[in-house]
């Protein structure tokens, strides 16, 4: 089984599948996988696998896809944190499987999801994905796609990445230990590539901030979502290399750019 690092680096978003269901097996793997999933954020996540014949779910970007996860939280600070944190464990577990995912919000049919997920008063049903197997082709709508919103592309780690204040960029070569973990989180995807996250390194602790550049809407801050997706890839690579700490809220009252928002830290064991 590869390591945490090859399935970040290895793993993209898929809108195209061979169009057949799971096999029992694989759907058994999917249920245990979204049923053992924590977040270090509070919220708890309820995740359903959905037919989608069954439940009339579909998307106009997606093409062969017979089985969606969904994932619903109730409406409290840090949900959609929680809720990206979760949602992306389950699509790197899945990816390890070779099974193909990718987080849709908008491009989906929303009033059959949320019946599906029976989404009840206070709760929110900000994501889901289609699960299958890939397609050894893309689609010519998924290649137009990818291409629009330059899925492969990332912002340079020093665009991101700060020491000490937000004015210093920090270079990979300077940022020690927490290196690696940036570098993953670096590699997240996000809503339209946005990539919103910014982070701090302050000594021992890593500030991490959003940089709001979408508009939220019924479904809350989609871009927290994306924060929780990003904090995922650096969490699971920081246990993976053996580097001991936890998320605090701990704002370190920076002179931060317009428009960013405060998170959340992680405070590294010494």
């Not at 010519?140 to 796609?145: A, G, H, N, P, Y």
């Not at 000594?203 to 479904?219: I, M, R, W, Y």
């Not at 997706?229 to 370190?252: C, K, M, N, W, Y």
């Amino acid at each position: 089984m590869s390591g945490i690092v090859d399935t970040i680096q290895g793993r993209r978003s898929v809108r195209t599948f061979e169009n057949k269901p799971l096999t029992p097996e694989d759907r058994a793997y999917v249920e245990g996988v979204i049923q053992s999933i924590e977040t270090p954020f509070g919220a708890p996540v309820e995740f359903r696998l959905l037919d989608a014949a069954e439940h009339g779910l579909k998307s106009p970007v997606i093409v062969g896809a017979h089985e969606y996860v969904a994932a619903k939280v109730e409406r409290i600070p840090g949900a959609e944190l929680a809720l990206g944190f979760a949602f992306e464990c389950f699509c790197l577990r899945a990816a390890e499987r070779g099974l193909g995912t990718v987080m849709l919000a908008a491009s989906l049919s929303r009033k059959s999801f949320e019946e599906a997920m029976e989404v009840g008063p206070g709760e929110v049903m900000p994501v889901a994905s289609p699960v299958g197997y890939p397609a050894a082709k893309l689609s010519l709508r998924e290649s137009m796609m990818r291409k629009a919103i330059k899925s492969d592309e990332r912002l340079p780690f020093s665009r991101v990445f700060f020491s000490g204040s937000f004015g210093t960029p920090l270079s990979p070569s300077d940022a020690g230990r927490f290196e690696e973990p940036l570098e993953m989180l670096r590699l997240a995807p996000s809503a339209t590539n946005k990539q919103p996250w910014r982070a701090v390194v302050d000594g021992d602790t890593v500030h991490f901030f959003e940089e709001h550049s979408l508009k939220e809407s019924a479904l809350g801050d989609i871009q927290k979502v994306d924060m929780g997706i990003a904090l995922s890839h650096f969490l699971l690579t920081a246990q993976e290399r053996g580097l001991e700490g936890r998320f605090v809220t701990r704002d370190p009252e920076a002179a931060a750019p317009k428009g960013t928002e405060y998170i959340t830290s992680f405070e590294a064991a010494r």
